[in-house]
C-alpha cells in the first residue's frame, strides 16, 4: 500500500461541491466531484447532534488540530474518505448553512459570521494521508484505524466486511432514519437506528443469530427481498397478536419468540386482558417477561420474576407452623407430617432447611401474603414446583 501526506488542502478546497442528502444522512461529494465521502462500507452519519458537529467547528475557530484524515485512491483516480467522514461532512454541513454555532451566547450561522472567521474556517489545512492499494488491503487497514479511533459497532465492521450491493439495498431500508416505516418498528427494536441497531436485527432474525455468515451467502444478491420478507412477517405477528404497545416490549427477541410461538393460535383480545391484568399485578416484578409468559401459554412463572414472601413473613409463620407441630408431636413441614414412617412425620425441621411457599399457587391467583404462605422442607418444596 502506497501512502502519500497532503497538507495543501484547504476547508475550501474540500467543501467545493460539497453535497449533503438529508434523505439518506449522508455527506456524498466534495472536491468537486473528485471526494467520495461517504463509501458504501462507511457508517451513517452521526455527528448531527448539535454537539459533535459544532465541536468540530469550534475547533476550527480554536486552532486546534482536528486529527489525521485518510483518503483512499481508487482505480479511477477518484479519492474517497477512509477515515475523517464524519468531520468533513460536519463542515460541508456548517458551511452550507445546515446548522448554527454558538458566538457570545448567540446563534450564528456560516453565511452570518464576520469575514474573519469565516476565513479562518476556510483557510483551514487537513491533514490527508492519502492511500492506494487493493481493496483487501485498504478494508484491513479500515478496521484497524477504526480499532484506535472510535470504535464501530459490530455491524458497522460487518458492514465494511461484506460492503456491496446487499449491504447498500438493506442499509437504504433498515438504516434509514427516514424510512417512515421506523417509526412503527421503534416499539420493538431498540438501539439507534443510524448505527446499524435495525439492520442488526433484521439480519439476527432472518439468519437465526448467524449473522455474519449469511452477509457471507448474501454478498452479492441484488435485493434484500428474504431479509425484507422475513423482518416484516416479525413484526407483523407481534403486532397482531399484541395489540397494545407496551414500552418493556421494546428490545425483546421477537425473532426467537416468533421462531417459538408463531405457530399456536392466539385470541388479541384474551391476550390483550392477560396483559393488562399482569401490568396491574403488583407481584409481577419483571414486566418485560410478560410476553413471553402468555405465548408460552401462562405456565413458566419465573420470566415474571414473581414477588416472593419477605424475612419477616417467613420467621412468623415458620415460628407459629413449628410451635403447633411440637405441641402435636408431628413434623413442621406438612406434608412430612402426613407421611406414615414415624422418622419423617416428627422430624421438626430448622428454619434453613424450609422454603416458603404459596398455599394457592401465584399462578391460579394465590397471594404472595402471609395468609398464603406455608413453610415446606426444602424437598417438598421442591416437589411441589409450580402445581
Ligand atoms: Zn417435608
Not at 415474571?304 to 412468623?316: G, Q, S
Request: aromatic residues 10%; proline residues 2%.
Amino acid at each position: 500500500m502506497k501512502t502519500k501526506l497532503i497538507t495543501d488542502l484547504t476547508v475550501k478546497k474540500v467543501c467545493e461541491g460539497f453535497v449533503y442528502n438529508s434523505l439518506e444522512e449522508k455527506g456524498l461529494f466534495g472536491l468537486n466531484g473528485q471526494l467520495i465521502i461517504q463509501p458504501e462500507y462507511q457508517r451513517n452519519y452521526i455527528y448531527n447532534d448539535g454537539k459533535k458537529d459544532v465541536a468540530v467547528i469550534q475547533s476550527i475557530l480554536s486552532g486546534y488540530p482536528l486529527g489525521l484524515i485518510y483518503f483512499n485512491k481508487r482505480e479511477d483516480g477518484k479519492l474517497e474518505i477512509l477515515d475523517g467522514q464524519q468531520r468533513i461532512t460536519s463542515i460541508g454541513r456548517f458551511t452550507t448553512g445546515k446548522f448554527a454555532i454558538k458566538i457570545n451566547g448567540m446563534e450564528q450561522y456560516f453565511s452570518g459570521l464576520a469575514t474573519n472567521l469565516q476565513d479562518k474556517i476556510m483557510d483551514y489545512p487537513f491533514l490527508i494521508y492519502e492511500c492506494e492499494g487493493a481493496e483487501s488491503e485498504i478494508k484491513e487497514w479500515f478496521k484497524t484505524i477504526n480499532m484506535a479511533g472510535v470504535p464501530l459497532v459490530e455491524q458497522e465492521l460487518l458492514n465494511s466486511i461484506y460492503s456491496g450491493q446487499f449491504v447498500s439495498l438493506a442499509k437504504a431500508e433498515f438504516s434509514n432514519s427516514g424510512n417512515s416505516l421506523v417509526q412503527k418498528w421503534s416499539a420493538y427494536i431498540s438501539g439507534d437506528v443510524k448505527r446499524q441497531a435495525y439492520l442488526e436485527r433484521a439480519l439476527e432474525w432472518v439468519s437465526k443469530g448467524n449473522i455474519e455468515n449469511y452477509m457471507s451467502l448474501h454478498r452479492h444478491d441484488d435485493n434484500i427481498n428474504e431479509l425484507k420478507t422475513y423482518f416484516n412477517t416479525v413484526i407483523d405477528w407481534v403486532s397482531t397478536v399484541f395489540v397494545d404497545v407496551e414500552k418493556e416490549m421494546k428490545g425483546l427477541e421477537w425473532g426467537r419468540l416468533y421462531e417459538t410461538y408463531h405457530n399456536k393460535p392466539y385470541n388479541p383480545n384474551e391476550v390483550s386482558q392477560l396483559v393488562h391484568k399482569l401490568y396491574a399485578d403488583p407481584y409481577v416484578k419483571n414486566r418485560r417477561g410478560i410476553f413471553e409468559f402468555i405465548l408460552g401459554g401462562c405456565k413458566h412463572t419465573e420470566l415474571l420474576d414473581v414477588r416472593i414472601f419477605d424475612e419477616a413473613t417467613k420467621r412468623t409463620v415458620y415460628a407459629n407452623q413449628t410451635a403447633e407441630a411440637k405441641e402435636k408431636g408431628k413434623s413442621n413441614c406438612p406434608i412430612c407430617a402426613s407421611d406414615v414412617r414415624p422418622e419423617i412425620n416428627s422430624k421438626i425441621w430448622e428454619q434453613k432447611d424450609m422454603d416458603a411457599d404459596h398455599i394457592t399457587a401465584w399462578s391460579k391467583g394465590g397471594k404472595t401474603d402471609i395468609k398464603n404462605c406455608q413453610m415446606l422442607c426444602r424437598h417438598h418444596n421442591q416437589a411441589k414446583g409450580n402445581k
